[in-house]
């Protein structure tokens, strides 16, 4: 009986199949299991993932490229291993302190803030909510026919129920991923009965991120806390948040440093704790992508964590709040085979993107709702991972001392250049913030969280993605370019070492395999020579505000437009008025120093500079020799007179032994002159190798333990060049 039904059975589905197959050819396979798609040579040699109607890819994109090992032998042009370590742990806090500090990236010193405040005059401030220049806005998709009442009645809560007199700080820690609002409502509000994002949502917080608390308002029964995170200010529902006894307890929660070894750092895109019937406050909490939690020490680990034990557990503190609001110190267990880090991980370009894969295909959230991301909260979040705090937005985020510029390449130099590039370098257009991932058949390619966009082929079809997508940079925005036409800025999060090798690179080595640069192969020769790069577009990149590299005694300082000396701008935009008498500028011999406004005449010895004009741009280039006075003549009319004092850096053997030998005890302290001889100490000077312990830094001082007579090898890098020395 058995074996008559399995023949028929058999034979039942061998007749469906059949079926199957003619429907197919009856009504076109390719309609049926995906539409056509034109090939690019990748897709035609490895074959497109999207035939297989298993992974829905933009068109040059194959299912295989959608993990992150695809992309490991895809980025040999900046010449950087793709396991070496792009950037120290000193470098890591370097770069931090800068954006903390920098005023365009908008980012707050959390621990440094004033302790007490006027919260009177900040409730004032906050009670007249800014009303958007809208025809409507929508509540939780219905419509607020009256906005100044809407907007208006949560004014009279902010006044009637916030913090009044001299205040003080209260400090708080995420309990539960969270937004930051501008407005103290829990309405959804948008600008359509169907917006896709929440208008008001301006940011948000992961577990255990601090929050400075300094208002608070009641609306329609709900408590909302205003204050400050690390990159932005707004209200958070006070059920989201603890409140620590005191600011040691709240810096003792959160506060981690590039090497700290004591924390634990979610790699993957979330993570859901177990549910426990015995622990409610732990209980299936989301841990999303980048939140960072401590480590319970070995001896402190209980015997059991609710019904639970530790075994092929990672142990974390983990933020709870009690009946009151107050910061509960709780213990929760995150299963081992998640995808986690133990301390920072180590900054490579192999690291970024296997991070930043981890949440390929996940939907995007404006400023951070739904638990989500929005494009510049992705790329902050891949680098929050390795320890490094970027800024808020797409355009705070482009940190001058790392930066690029594209905004005056051709797409075939953008191409060039990018692929000089590192992977995880962050490229930019206005409104967006993209992760290079490597170059396949002389296309960029690039992840990032993303909103709408149009496929590189076809019509110009906008699609609302709303997801992380891996797209390469020909696909197109509303109005038909691509992205890599709309691309501006690149920004590489890597040491000023690896910074000045690609630059170097963009600047003088030619491309790979010694084919030209997209430029030079349409350079035509002009009186028998052919365009420098300069001319040809891809050393021209436009300075940014504060990327000064002067000697502390200069009154007019420099700026590189690619970290390199042979690439200096002199500008004489903020001398008007600045009451200074006497110009002056120290500068490497070698140096080529560019006017960044046109020039009609330069005027200088020839044993203090060559001089040559650029055709194109109108601008004067000085080729410095020595020093010597030089008259600049500039197109506006304006005439200035700059001292110039050409150094030639080396190490300082004879000085530096003559004085080793007179300080044979107590502590030596050298600096940068003392070294290399040299008054420009803008750069950085690096201990390489101390065996036996006898230097430390003070900025730009080494000081040597004298009583320790091992030998200590420092370098000073100043933009492209290095000079190094040992001391004996």
């Known amino acids: 009986m058995r074996t008559v039904f399995k023949k028929h059975f058999l034979t039942v589905l061998l007749l469906q199949f059949t079926l199957f197959l003619f429907s197919m050819r009856a009504y076109g396979a390719e309609e049926v299991i995906y539409r056509s798609v034109e090939k690019t040579q990748a897709t035609e040699e490895k074959g497109d993932a999207r035939i297989s109607g298993v992974?829905?890819?933009?068109?040059?994109?194959?299912?295989?490229?959608?993990?992150?090992?695809?992309?490991?032998?895809?980025?040999?042009?900046?010449?950087?291993?793709?396991?070496?370590?792009?950037?120290s742990e000193n470098g890591i806090r370097d770069l931090n302190r800068?954006?903390?500090?920098?005023?365009?990236?908008?980012?707050?010193?959390?621990?440094?803030?004033?302790?007490?405040?006027?919260?009177?005059?900040?409730?004032?401030?906050?009670?007249?909510?800014?009303?958007?220049?809208?025809?409507?806005?929508?509540?939780?998709?219905?419509?607020?026919?009256?906005?100044?009442?809407?907007?208006?009645?949560?004014?009279?809560?902010?006044?009637?129920?916030?913090?009044?007199?001299?205040?003080?700080?209260?400090?708080?820690l995420a309990v539960r991923r969270t937004t930051m609002l501008s407005l103290p409502t829990s309405h959804y509000i948008g600008y359509s009965e169907t917006d896709t994002d929440n208008e008001i949502v301006s940011s948000a917080l992961?577990?255990?991120?601090?929050?400075?608390?300094?208002?608070?308002?009641?609306?329609?029964?709900?408590t909302f806390y205003w204050g400050y995170s690390d990159i932005c200010t707004g209200w958070v529902d006070s059920k989201d948040l603890a409140i620590c006894a005191s600011k040691d307890e709240w810096l003792d929660a959160w506060k981690t440093e590039p090497g700290d070894s004591d924390l634990l750092v979610v790699t993957e895109n979330c993570i859901t704790l177990e549910p426990s019937y015995y622990q409610e406050n732990i209980s299936e909490v989301k841990l999303t992508f980048a939140t960072i939690l401590k480590l319970v020490p070995e001896k402190e680990i209980p015997r059991s964590v609710g019904e639970r034990g530790p075994w092929n557990n990672y142990v974390v503190y983990l933020p709870t709040r009690d009946d009151s609001g107050k910061y509960v110190k709780s213990i929760a267990l995150i299963s081992q085979h998640y995808d986690v880090s133990t301390g920072f991980p180590e900054m490579t370009q192999s690291e970024i993107l296997r991070v930043a894969f981890n949440n390929l295909g996940d939907r995007y959230g404006w400023g951070g709702m739904l638990d989500s991301m929005d494009c510049s909260l992705f790329t902050r979040n891949v680098y929050k991972c390795f320890g490094l705090f970027l800024p808020r937005n797409t355009n705070w985020q482009l940190t001058p001392e790392r930066l690029i510029s594209l905004s005056d390449m051709s797409d075939e130099d953008k191409l060039y250049a990018i692929r000089k590039m590192p992977a995880g370098t962050c490229l930019y257009f206005s409104g967006h913030t993209m992760?290079?991932?490597?170059?396949?058949?002389n296309m960029g390619y690039v992840i990032s969280d993303t909103g709408s966009v149009s496929d590189s082929d076809g019509e110009v079809d906008i699609r609302s993605m709303y997801s992380i997508i891996l797209s390469p940079l020909s696909v197109r925005r509303r109005n038909g370019s691509t992205w890599l036409s709309n691309l501006h800025s690149a920004v590489l999060p890597i040491s000023g070492e690896y910074f000045a090798l690609v630059s170097e690179n963009l600047a003088e080595k030619g491309p790979e395999e010694g084919e030209k640069t997209p430029s030079e192969n349409s350079a035509e020769k002009e009186n028998g020579e052919e365009k420098t790069p300069s001319e040809n577009g891809i050393r021209k990149v436009p300075v940014m505000s504060g990327q000064s590299y002067p000697a502390s005694s200069d009154t007019l300082p420099l700026d590189t437009f690619l970290g390199n000396i042979k690439n200096l701008f002199i500008s004489f935009a903020n001398v008007e008025g600045a009451g200074v008498e006497k110009l002056s500028v120290t500068c490497i011999k070698g140096s080529k120093i560019t006017t960044k406004e046109k020039a009609d005449s330069v005027e200088?010895?020839?044993?203090?500079?060559?001089?040559?004009?650029?055709?194109?741009?109108?601008t004067a280039v000085l080729s410095m020799k020595s020093s010597g006075t030089v008259t600049f003549n500039m197109a506006d009319g304006k005439k200035y007179t700059v001292e110039f004092t050409v150094e030639k850096p080396k190490p300082r053997k004879a000085e530096v032994k003559e004085l080793l030998s007179k300080n044979s005890e107590g502590n030596l302290s050298l600096g940068v002159y003392d070294l290399f001889g040299t008054n420009i100490d803008s750069g950085s000077l690096q201990?390489?190798?101390?065996?036996?312990?006898?230097?430390?830094?003070?900025?730009?001082?080494?000081?040597?333990?004298?009583?320790?007579?091992?030998?200590?090898?420092?370098?000073?890098?100043?933009?492209n060049k290095k000079y190094s020395i040992k001391l004996k």
């Open 206 to 222: 992961n577990v255990n991120e601090p929050f400075v608390i300094r208002q608070m308002a009641t609306v329609s029964g709900n």
């Open 687 to 719: 201990i390489v190798k101390d065996i036996g312990g006898a230097a430390s830094l003070s900025g730009n001082t080494i000081v040597l333990d004298r009583e320790k007579k091992t030998p200590v090898k420092v370098r000073y890098d100043y933009l």
């Open 55 to 87: 992974v829905e890819t933009p068109a040059g994109v194959t299912e295989e490229m959608g993990e992150y090992g695809y992309w490991c032998d895809k980025n040999k042009g900046s010449g950087i291993g793709i396991d070496e370590v792009l950037i």
């Open 98 to 172: 800068i954006m903390l500090e920098g005023e365009t990236g908008k980012m707050y010193d959390l621990a440094g803030l004033n302790e007490s405040y006027d919260a009177g005059a900040l409730r004032d401030q906050l009670k007249d909510p800014a009303i958007p220049n809208k025809p409507a806005i929508y509540a939780d998709g219905e419509l607020i026919g009256d906005c100044q009442a809407y907007y208006g009645a949560i004014g009279k809560a902010i006044e009637e129920t916030g913090y009044t007199g001299v205040s003080s700080n209260q400090y708080a």
């Open 604 to 618: 200088c010895d020839k044993k203090t500079a060559g001089i040559r004009y650029d055709k194109v741009s109108g």
């Open 435 to 441: 992760i290079y991932t490597g170059t396949v058949d």
